[in-house]
């Protein structure tokens, strides 16, 4: 079992910067690959990033890749997103997740979620 707590949340102009977090409970973080998804009001969850248990391989959406960008502390138990140059349609609620497929992209391969956090982009 695992659970995800997701911190980092906020306001921010459009062309900020915010740095989302996930704390990771369990022993065995390193043995999960981590996503990060977003869901803005009404429509679907979507896949935002990946990376591997051993934070060597990532992946990215076409929407945010070369602005956003993931990472994790295996010795912390946390998985980041660092998120650069933020527009207004980046403005979601950001999950984190935990699953043992290699930089999946869909929902379904995930096992374990956080509760989210609220990102706001004002134009």
């Known amino acids: 079992q695992v659970q995800l707590v997701e911190s980092g949340g906020g306001l921010v102009q459009a062309g900020g910067s915010l740095r989302l977090s996930c704390a990771a409970s369990?022993?065995?973080?390193?043995?999960?690959?981590m996503g990060w998804f977003r869901q803005a009001p009404e429509k679907e969850r979507e896949f935002v990033a990946a990376?591997?248990?051993?934070?060597?391989?990532?992946r990215y959406a076409d929407s945010v890749k070369g602005r956003f960008t993931i990472s994790r502390d295996n010795a912390k138990n946390t998985v980041y997103l660092q998120m650069n140059s933020l527009k207004p349609e980046d403005m979601a609620v950001y999950y984190c997740a935990a699953g043992s497929q290699f930089l999946a992209t869909h929902v379904s391969r995930y096992d374990y979620w956080g509760q989210g956090t609220q990102v706001a982009v004002s134009s």
């Open positions: 369990g022993r065995t973080f390193s043995s999960y690959a």
């Open positions: 990376i591997s248990g051993s934070g060597r391989s990532t």
